[in-house]
């Protein structure tokens, strides 16, 4: 019988190790499977608490990627001009004496001319306190041009955020409501969650211009134009208001909302909280009308009513004047409607579903305890869960539309209550979060007193100099955006050639493809990259480091590369002091282990940075004696201590046994391996909800180092640390913005969030540039690293401009056409694809798929190249000059940078369009992949 | 359908040959052709080289060619086996033949029985030819009544302007032969014309939302492939060929495979020796020629359901 | 041998139910199908040019994206598209070597490679475009549902389902014996409407698409509590006081 020509029961390899996935920022948990030395089979970990045994694409075209031939193999060393591809190879010993003499020099004499920024950094906690160490401010990871209005709002609103770091819960809402998500760096956990939701039969409602991958799978699909959530989650707010379907209850308990505000026009004080004497935020009890401390035992603000404090001011509750701000008419739905190019009756509708969801009161049988004391015989909670990402943040008005989304919440009183939105361990924090960059006491041979990326509490934290000029290179921090909390990596390599504020002499760039889809204008990157001083002849940025795993774009204008490993040739570290992987049960964290060994001459980065900090004699890289401290990044994983007790791991620390503090135990790493390379500790379920006012919960994370006290974190509607910024752009207090900036400070550091067009509406002209141009992550492809996946590459090597049918006739546009797409910076000619589910005044495409000719071992034909494109073409970096000054496009609290601000106008492209432009010259790979690229062939 | 040249190769040349050897066995046991040994020999030989021509072309088309032999062992089942079969069986009357023929120096009773069974056999491997595209019903072009009539009455009419060149060159009387072509040609451009009409009137059953089952919610338009770029789906049954251009071959097919083959033969039939010679070979090339058009078309008209998915129609 | 197995009453008939209705689209079935299968029984599952101009490659399993309908009643579906182990599969009928088969045991429906060909009739016989020719080995290939994951005792029993369905972020596919009505798959099919792709082809196919749905919004207007009127007489502060009184004594 044919049947028994195939064997059943064949084992699946000869090994399984099992270890962290890096096809993207996710970390599912992985088995790989080994045959004979090579990796046979990657599978989800059925056990781990990220993927729970699944896989996605990306992660299942690991194999790919780890024998992918556009693998580095040596470090080099260039030898022809920036972007030409000529380099030498060299070993790590002329690598890493080239690196030290650079760096040494710049730290011995001013460690403000490093620039050391990292992209898809998941080992942040070190990179970031090498850069404390070595003494420089400017450093940031890619946070600034990823999501860090959605970071910075959530943190400043409830003390933990969207973004991975909080997850819907799954299990118990009724309704969800997504806000601009593609993917998410949750990407599996999203998925699975859906997937729950609808096998519950839970209602979805997504909020997107383009009808994709999730919103596919919505029951209902907002198409709305890009920019206008704001309007249309303020609208909402209007409706629940004006029908009082609110949460008094939870307000008043859990929120600011009965803060007392002191009203005061003109005065240095307008706007900041009443306080007492000891500094005591006031309120007016409900009972007694005595103005009493917030929080005070057996007191209830009033949500209302006007207080004269004992300064004869008066005060007026946070709740009043929220309610008072959206109840104006403004915000009617009918106002609003045509903005946001949908209904009136849709938001209505919305709101209505909104609040007969969230008032079908969900019950957990989970007694509890509050911060207060108060025992709980339930938990009760509103089943209505919210989500949002990129496609709100991404704006410069993204900001204050993600604070307008979490003052929703807190409205309806679902923040990590049963069925609503959770906080993710170690979150929440306490909020308004204070934390100083550090950066203001930079001295040559000295660390910074404190790691360089913080979060500021008013003018006093920010780094500016006395006329308020920015003293970090990518300004964040300064009066530009003064919670550029994530820094601004999109404006470092402009800044660093115009030497603003002050030229630096190394950019050292870890895992960002800046030269390409990282960056806005990419083709104006590259310029300045390869701009030369005329006098000097030298580069305008004189040296750039660069770390990379494979041939990217930015390889080729390196000076120096060191090669990294794949992600399954190393040990790394998913520390809960980066980014976690922590779940609304408890906190998690992870590793990577080696289960090959490279076969290239190169090494972990995390490696080399360590032993660099040895060589450079960086204080908590070396032992008393001045040799290095640790041996590798392994042995600082171990022994590392941030604080006492507190290292990069938090499982199984001391003698094997304890969680979160002990003392660094030496065969912690071997726990990790034996467990799936993950800890995981769960809370019990009284910890489960409510965190920010749950005794248990927060004694649990007191004890585990998440937090350092088991107090209650007040959940803030009014966000006063905006306002002492505005009070500032008003001319009150010694630290000032500079007059042309005073009025923008004033107006966007609103306490209360606000709507206001995107600036690049403002940029260009409306008419002449009359739709959005946007992107979304496609599931299989992770940025650029996929397109050196044979398989991956093989469902997206090229994309398309996708338009609405109307959009594309009106323009006498046929499915297939080819079209010039300009902004007033740049433009872009490609294909078009027409398609129903995108907003008529929206065209998008995916992200990161055209490609530079030559790079990542593609063949210079490939369709990456030729029918490929990026749309950062169109995305200005800048905002036309204004006073002779240069803002960033991006948003004007954080910095972050406004990807789907992006205006475009669109007409027919010549007939004889060959392919896509523009199309800059090809890159040459380095010979060394190539030699080894024929080898394998051959 | 993408079309597959050594299979249009095939079955044009072996689609006459077996015509030819159909009509051979058929019409020498009447003594209606002339029954000298080398006319009967060479017209064999003809008829087996035009076979097994198509026969080896069509084993260019396989992956593992030197596996070919494996195709006959699931006659029960497949009409590409039982093709290979009936190709393979029909040899044995066809070969005896020919060896009683040559043997006796003439076609004897048992020469005129094998001749039936070889004509049998010729006729049973068209059926089955035909039957591999008739039972495919992912193909409506395919599946399709009028496919079995065209492919037995091309063969036939193939084969009989063969047998008509073959008599004119042993300088036998051809006005049968001619004759047959004439009636058999006329009868496949009426099969011809009315398959044509069939496939450009009946819709396809299947549709893009019978495919996806998702008609429930409308229209149904493909959005993105799975794959960028082409696959061996797209390759293999996504063939295009544009409705004008098609017609336009129809009709060179028509008159490069019918109309000038027929009146050449009308003219043999008319004029004397050499030039009726002329006239009968230039018809026979002129019909396989038109024959492989037609073929050609057959495939490149075909629509595959598989195309539905990719946003085509079938 | 390419004739069918006779049907018998109660046989299994293993197969899978796909979920169009949270299917996301992502493609993790079909690149951990290929993963799996590119080391096991149909190894290699080639790619042709893959760093060139023409990417492409052999998958026994491939997402389509679609629009259906128009207006509101619009709707994108994600559509991934593998064998469906046919009950009639003239794909196996036929090949002329019985190199394709369906077995008797659970209607898995194979091609055992030493035997074909590489003639590709079966693929111009299958409606659904599931055979996949390799062009290097010159045979046909196509989805075993994994008949080296489900019958593999050398994995735990809960992984021995095929790859795609293992590895599915959106459980959106499921696995199971369609030959018996009680099965998981058998119910999921009954309770959510499942269906035959192309059912006039004939071919019975044994995997099922679940269609996607709609929750509807029920939820009554809001109404507007406080009548614009009371913003006249005091403006928004009355109003609140009016409302928090009232909230705060019910
Ligand atoms: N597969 C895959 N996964 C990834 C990545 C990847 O490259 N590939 N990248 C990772 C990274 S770095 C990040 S930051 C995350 C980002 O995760 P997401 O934020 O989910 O990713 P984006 O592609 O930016 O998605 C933005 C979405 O918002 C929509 N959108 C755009 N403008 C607006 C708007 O104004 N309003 C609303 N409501 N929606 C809008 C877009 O249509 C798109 O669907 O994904 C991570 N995960
Ligand atoms: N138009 C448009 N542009 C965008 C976005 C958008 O939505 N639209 N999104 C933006 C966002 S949110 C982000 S986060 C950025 C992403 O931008 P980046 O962080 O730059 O991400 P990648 O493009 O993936 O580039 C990362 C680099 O890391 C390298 N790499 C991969 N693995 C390893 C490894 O193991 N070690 C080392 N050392 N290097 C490795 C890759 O080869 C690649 O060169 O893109 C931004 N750009
Ligand atoms: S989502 Fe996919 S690529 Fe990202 S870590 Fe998880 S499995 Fe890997
Ligand atoms: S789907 Fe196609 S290949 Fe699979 S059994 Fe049915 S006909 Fe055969
Ligand atoms: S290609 Fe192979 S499996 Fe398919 S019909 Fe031909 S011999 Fe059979
Ligand atoms: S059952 Fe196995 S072979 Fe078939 S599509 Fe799924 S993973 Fe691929
Ligand atoms: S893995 Fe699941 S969700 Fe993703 S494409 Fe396949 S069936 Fe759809
Ligand atoms: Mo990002």
Redesign the interface.
Known sequence: MPGETIALSNPIGDTVKATTCYMCACRCGIHVHLKDGRVRYIEGNPDHPVNRGVLCGKGSAGIMQHYSPARLRSPLIRVGERGEGRFREIGWDEALDIATGWLARIRATDPRRLAFFTGRDQSQALTGFWAKEFGTPNFAAHGGFCSVNMGAAGLYSVGGSFWEFGEPDWEHARLFLLFGVAEDHDSNPIKIGLSRLKARGARIISINPVRTGYSAVADEWVGLRPGTDGLFILSIIHLLLAAERVDLDFLSRYTNGGWLVVRDPGGAGDGLFARDAEGRVLIQDRASRELVEAGRPGTAPRLAGEVRLADGKTALPVFQLLAERYLDPAYAPEAVAARCGITAETIRRIAAEIAEAASATITLPHAWTDSEGVRHAEMHGRPVAMHAMRGISAHSNGFQTCRALHVLQMLIGAVDTPGSWRYKAPYPRPTPPHAPPGGKDVRPETPLSAMPLGMPSGPEDLLVDREGAPQRIDHAFSWEAPLGLHGLMHTVIANAHAGDPYPIDTLFLYMANMAWNSSPEPMETARLLTDKDERTGEYRIPHLIYADAYFSETVAYADLVLPDTTYLERFDCISILDRPIGSAEGPADAIRQPVVAPDRDVRPFQDVLIDLGGRLGLPAFVKPDGTARYASYADYIVHHERRPGIGPLAGWRGNGTQSGRGAPNPSQLEHYIANGCFWRHELPPEAHYFKFANRDYLEAATALGLIEKPERITLQLYAEPLQRFRLAGLGHGDILPPPDLRERVARYCDPLPFWYPPFEQEAADEAEFPLSAITQRPMPMYHSWGSQNAWLR??????FLYIAPGTARALGLEDGEWVKVSSRSGSVTCPV?I??GVNPLTVWTWNAIGKRAGAWMLAPDA?ESRQGFLLNHVIATFLPRRNGRRLPSSDPVTGQAAWYDARVRIEKAARDTAGTLPHPPDLRPPEGLLAAMKRARA | ?TPALSVILFTTASGAGYGLLALLGLLVPFGLLPATVWFGLATLVLALALISGGLLSSTL?????E??W?????W??????RE?LAALLTYLPALAFGATWFLARRPTPPAAALGVLAAAGAIVTLFCTSM?YA?????RQWRNAWVTPNFLLLGGYSGALSLAAMTHLFHAGASLPCALSLLLGLAAIIAKLFYWRSIDRTPS??T?E????????????????????????MR??GFRIARKHARRLRGLALIIGFVIPLALAIAALILGALPALAAAVMAALLALTGIFIERWLFFAEAT???ML??GRAA | ????PAPRPGAKKLGLVID?DTCVGC?AC?VNCKEWNKGGPPAPLPDYDPQGA??????FN?????????GA?????H?P?SCLHCEEP?C????????SYKRAEDGIVLVNTD???????C???????AR????D????KKCTLCIDRIYNDTIPEAQRVPACVATCPAHARHFGDLGDPESAVSKLVRSRGG?????????RPVNK?L??RKTACRAPALAEAAPDGAKENGGVGERLLAWLDRALSS
């Open positions: 093989q469902i997206h090597a090229r994309n694809r398609m129903e369709p | 359908m088309h396989l992956g593992h060619p596996r070919a494996r195709a006959v062992t699931q029960r089942s497949s009409w590409l086996a290979g591999i039972s495919l019903r992912p193909v059953v299947s893009a019978t495919a996806t089952g998702l008609g429930h919610l409308g229209r149904v338009r493909a959005l993105d492939a799975p794959h960028t770029e082409e696959n061996y789906l293999e049954m595959h359901t598989v998915y990719y | 041998m390419t004739s069918l169009l493609h079909a023409k990417p492409d490659g052999v998958w491939r997402i389509h994206t679609y629009e259906a309908g128009d009643a619009g709707r994108t579906v559509f598209r003239a196996v009928t036929v090949c002329p070597t019985g190199a035997l074909c060909i590489g003639c590709k009739l693929s111009w016989a299958c409606p659904y475009g996949e020719f390799d062009e080995a010159g045979v046909m269906y035959d792709l192309m059912p006039e082809m004939g071919y698409y269609p996607p």
